[in-house]
């Protein structure tokens, strides 16, 4: 099915079209062009994993190391899978990695949200410097009951966490 | 070892000598210059690998484990296509979209089961 997928692709765009023309489709750029912009994609996606792979194991709690693996790590597998296409030059394997992308574009986000809500019905305790937690003093824990915020809650309450007593934290918000 | 064996042992030779079509793109790249620069990218995704093995382990929740092996697989994904450029088998990246919804369905039945275990 694939195979027939890339010989169909690769005859109707690649040779025919470009032969109608009297064009090659190699000649259409030289070959260095694709492997250094093959070379370009792998070196950027294998970056952005190593990245990624540096955050999940140095964040300090599980929301952050969420984003580690929801941004950093897709953009590096987007990465990897677009250098084929640049690398092999065909219009084939373009679509099939675009396939790959598509899918990680879509799914990364959603499994991310479903972790992250997850964690947090599980009461996984967040940073002690976390700056702000906009569901603070809304869900309970103990009914597992999520209560709109209170009609007369100040508008600058937007669930700042409190100042921790030890002192070392930074500035969380504008004082005043 | 006979010749026709060798032939077919190499997948690269045997598909352009009955394929010309489709492989006529990676004929122009039969040196593969890049070879070493691909394979330095593969050891370092190992290595992003190893890192994010270490969280596994050590997670102290269920959820960051969880994290760790969503990543684990696009790892696996990233060095399929790394793959598929190292042996000339473009056909590799089929793997990668299987494994991505795979990956896909495993994080979201282990969120619904992180989340109903804190339910009840």
Known sequence: MTEMLHQGLTQSIGAAALAAEGVHQAELFPPIVFEILGAFFAVLGTLLSLLAAIGIARFPDVYTRMQASAKAGTLGVACLALAVPAHFASVGVFAEAMLVVVFFFLTAPVASHLIGRAAYIAGNPMWARTTIDELRGCYDHESHVLHAKPADASPRDKGYMPEASDGDSPPRHAAG | ?120
């Open chain 2, 1 to 120: 070892m006979s010749a026709p064996e060798t032939t077919a042992a190499d997948p690269i030779k045997s598909a352009t000598a009955t394929d010309t079509t489709a492989t006529a793109a990676v004929d122009a790249f039969d040196g593969l210059m890049t070879a070493p620069l691909y394979q330095v990218c593969l050891a370092l995704v190992g290595v992003a690998a190893v890192i994010t093995a270490y969280r596994l382990v050590r997670g102290p929740t269920l959820a960051d484990r969880v994290i760790a092996i969503d990543q684990l697989g696009f790892f696996a994904v990233g060095a399929i296509a790394l793959y598929a450029v190292l042996t000339g088998q473009p056909v590799l990246l089929s793997v990668g979209i299987v494994m991505a919804l795979i990956l896909f369905l495993g994080t979201a039945a282990f969120a619904m089961f992180i989340e109903r275990r804190a339910r009840s």
